[in-house]
């Protein structure tokens, strides 16, 4: 049996590990032990921030994977709100047994809650595995997105 629950500070390496355990991920993230500041001072930003909501999936007391939600305010579609999903992970020995479609149901069921308007997310083009999954489950490649890296 999975749950979620809203990450903790001490979550932080397993979440970590999990971000960097792909191809993409291995080259922007930092798992060392210790982790690097940065990752504690985002942490605390995003827990402290009532529009963020950095979550865990447990299994019998293991973190299995973890996602982050965004809620953002818009004045458009009538002063609507929307959620984005983001990082969505699923660590490698659980990966095929659903547990990333019990995440999106989760973030659709939550959205729901917050009464927002849509659910969006971004999947890196690199990620054609990513792209068909989240295609199954009801998304549209709708828009272009661009990203300027500093």
Do not use: C
Request: net charge positive; proline share 5%.
């Amino acid at each position: 049996m999975i749950s979620f629950r809203q990450a903790t500070r001490t979550d932080l390496p397993a979440i970590i590990q999990l971000l960097a355990d792909d191809p993409l991920g291995q080259l922007r993230e930092q798992p060392a032990d210790p982790l690097p500041p940065a990752y504690y001072q985002a942490f605390e930003i995003i827990d402290q921030d009532t529009n963020q909501e950095l979550m865990v999936v447990e299994e019998a007391g293991e973190i299995i994977g973890t996602f982050q939600m965004t809620f953002i305010q818009y004045l458009n579609y009538l002063g609507s709100s929307r959620s984005m999903i983001e990082s969505v992970r699923v660590t490698k020995n659980k990966r095929g047994l659903k547990i990333g479609e019990k995440i999106i149901q989760w973030a659709i069921s939550r959205s729901k809650i917050r009464g927002v308007k849509m659910l969006q997310l971004t999947s890196d083009k690199k990620r054609p595995d990513a792209i068909r999954f989240y295609e199954r489950h009801g998304f549209v490649a709708s828009h272009e997105g661009f990203k300027l890296h500093f």
